[in-house]
């Protein structure tokens, strides 16, 4: 048997430092490595992610693959664009690959994306390794020693992990790294299925032209750039690489008191440049940071800080925590923990309906399944079967709901792809049961398209969080949206950035202009107009919604159906919500 020759799968890892996986890979002193990135269709094709989105994935490749280089001038991340299920097999035969090692992924897709490579492998004899590095313990394992069970708590976590014992201390980056080989890829493939009555010629141009496509226009595997996967409006300031992130984390660690006494709910939402917390999250997601590396460097200030260092759940480690519980749950529900149906964790709330729940000739929000073009995964959600809750979610999705702190939250988000968590906090609790009693699937999806950080895990977690619908059930506590931004930025510096049209409103009404006198609003060059639009203007003033409903009106109804659904007690699973009969209850 000859050296090893090693494909290295690139995923939710774009980075050289801490990464297990990477190291199991180069503990096999391999003849050759290839680094890989696979252009999987799933995540290419599905509708939900934004720009911004995309910008910080080619930022993190394009940095990956120069840091390669930097270790090797023979190499980079070789960028190969067709999803691995069909790719590997080729290539592990072209190359004579005898080992594929990646990152373990317990997301739901990745999942069976994995188990059908890894069924591939086996018949085609290539080894396949596989190691945890993207959460703090094995999500699978954390499951194990929490009795099988979703991981729904803080404790739990910590009960569990201490089971496992402290999370492993970070691994240092390669100092080298092997040549890749060669990269032909003349496959003898069916591969475009070319017409067997096609001349020698034309068929040789056709495996060409296949084998250049999958290399990139260039063909020379290269990054893509935002142009050639025809994207063109990314706004975020926030920009990706381990580079980056790295010199992120090191800012936050050289202030030790910042990072000793970091406690989540001091930290403002209202604030930027700089923001109140790390916002090292997109960092995590596209694993340009490792987790562990973030926890032992806090870790170890905190240690040594003394009495006064926060702990968990508050402290920047309890943050780290609160994301592996959101993982642990993920493993054990399996695809069902990203939705109400067929969830047994999830409280069933009959949403969207337009007034008070008792009307129950409104229950007529059915599941509707539709398959995902990409995946074919059947997916499952509930049509807004109310106008009027409709209008709610497309004024809240635009930040025109009339209510600058929610309005100048969601242009934030939009625009730059990510919120403080407390901002989260505020617009996933006013779209659900604080305000317009639309279903949490609704916001989270939007989250899933605009963050930069979006991981399945902590957006579905946290928004059945916020919805009282799993891990939180105090529905009667709801964000009001003056008091509460008004405690953190009295002047409303945050909502004049994002709302201009509440530029020079008087501090006194910035958080609800529609109490303001008119010649405050004349003189501040802005009109309220029920049912305003994004950027209207008339006889030369600012044109700004008035609120789409009365807040506490609001309130009280979302209030009385949660107290409903909660003496009800149905959960995702129940047969009375599978079979549609929770409407005649
Ligand atoms: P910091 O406060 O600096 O925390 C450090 C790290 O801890 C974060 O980078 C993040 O990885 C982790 N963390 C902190 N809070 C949480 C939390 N509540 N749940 C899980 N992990 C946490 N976070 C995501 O990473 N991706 C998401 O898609 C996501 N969606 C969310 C949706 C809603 C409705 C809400 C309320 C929260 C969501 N969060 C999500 C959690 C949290 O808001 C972000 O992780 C955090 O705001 C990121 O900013 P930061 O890096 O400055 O956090």
Not at 42 to 71: E, M
Not at 79 to 84: F, G
Not at 538 to 563: A, H, T, W
Request: net charge neutral.
């Amino acid at each position: 048997m000859g050296k090893p020759r090693v494909i290295y799968w690139f995923r939710t890892d774009l980075r050289l430092h801490d990464s297990p996986a990477l190291k199991a890979a180069l503990d096999l002193k391999p003849e050759c490595l290839y680094p890989i990135w696979t252009w999987d269709p799933h995540y290419v094709y599905r509708a939900r992610v934004g720009p911004n989105r995309w910008q910080f994935l080619l930022d993190c490749q394009n940095d990956l693959s120069a840091s390669i280089t930097k270790l090797n001038k023979k190499s980079k991340l070789h960028v190969i664009r067709e999803a691995p299920q069909t790719l590997f097999p080729k290539l592990w035969k072209a190359w004579k690959i005898s080992h594929l090692v990646f990152e373990k992924d317990t997301d739901s897709y990745a999942r069976s994306r994995d188990e059908e490579v890894i069924a591939l492998a086996k018949k085609a004899g290539v080894e396949v390794i596989v190691k945890t590095g993207r959460t703090l313990f094995d999500p699978d394992e954390l499951v194990k020693q929490n009795r099988g069970k979703p991981t729904m708590s803080m404790n739990q976590v910590q009960h569990a992990g201490e089971t496992l014992g402290e999370p492993a201390r970070p691994i240092d980056a390669p100092q080298s790294l092997p040549d890749p080989g060669d990269t032909k890829l003349d496959f003898d493939q069916e591969q475009p299925a070319s017409d067997p009555d096609v001349n020698a010629v034309q068929r040789d141009q056709d495996e060409k032209s296949y084998a250049s496509g999958l290399a990139g226009p260039k063909g020379d595997f290269s990054v893509p750039t935002l142009e050639e996967i025809g994207i063109k409006n990314a706004t975020s300031p926030h920009r990706g690489g381990e580079t980056r992130a790295l010199k992120g984390l090191d800012e936050i660690i050289k202030d030790e008191d910042y990072t000793a006494t970091f406690a989540k709910p001091n930290t403002a939402p209202t604030d930027f440049e700089p923001q109140s917390t790390t916002l090292l999250s997109p960092h995590l997601h596209f694993g340009s940071l490792s987790c562990r590396l973030f926890y032992w460097r806090a870790q170890d200030v905190i240690s040594k800080y003394g009495s006064k260092a926060t702990q968990p759940p508050t402290s920047l480690t309890g943050q780290l925590l609160f994301r592996d519980m959101y993982f642990g749950a993920q493993a054990a529900l399996g695809h069902t923990f990203a939705q109400t149906v067929g969830n047994p964790n999830c409280r069933f709330v009959p949403w969207h309906l337009p007034s008070r729940v008792q009307d129950s000739s409104d229950r007529d929000s059915a599941p509707v399944t539709t398959t995902n073009a990409a995946s074919g995964t059947q997916e499952r959600d509930y049509q807004i079967d109310s106008p009027e809750a409709e209008e709610y979610f497309r004024r809240w999705k635009h930040g025109i709901t009339g209510f600058p702190w929610i309005d100048a939250l969601m242009r934030q988000l939009r625009h730059d792809g990510w919120i403080h968590h407390l901002g989260r906090h505020a617009v996933a609790c006013f779209l659900t049961r604080g305000g317009c009693y639309v279903s949490w699937e609704r916001g989270a999806s939007v989250f899933e398209e605009w963050l930069i950080d979006h991981e399945v895990a902590c957006n579905i977690g946290n928004w059945q969080w916020l919805s009282c619908t799993a891990f939180y059930a105090q529905f009667y506590r709801c964000y009001s949206p003056v008091a509460f931004p008004r405690k953190w930025d009295k002047e409303g510096r945050f909502v004049r950035k994002w709302v201009p049209e509440m530029a020079d409103v008087p501090e006194k009404y910035v958080y609800e202009p529609w109490k303001a006198p008119i010649q405050d609003l004349k003189k501040a060059g802005v009109m309220l107009k029920k049912g305003a639009e994004l950027g209207e203007e008339e006889g030369g003033s600012k044109v700004y919604p008035k609120p789409m409903f009365d807040f506490n009106d609001r309130r009280q109804i979302c209030i009385d159906g949660l107290k409903q659904a909660y003496d009800v007690g149905l959960y995702g699973n129940d047969p009375k919500v599978l079979d549609g009969s929770w409407r005649k209850l």
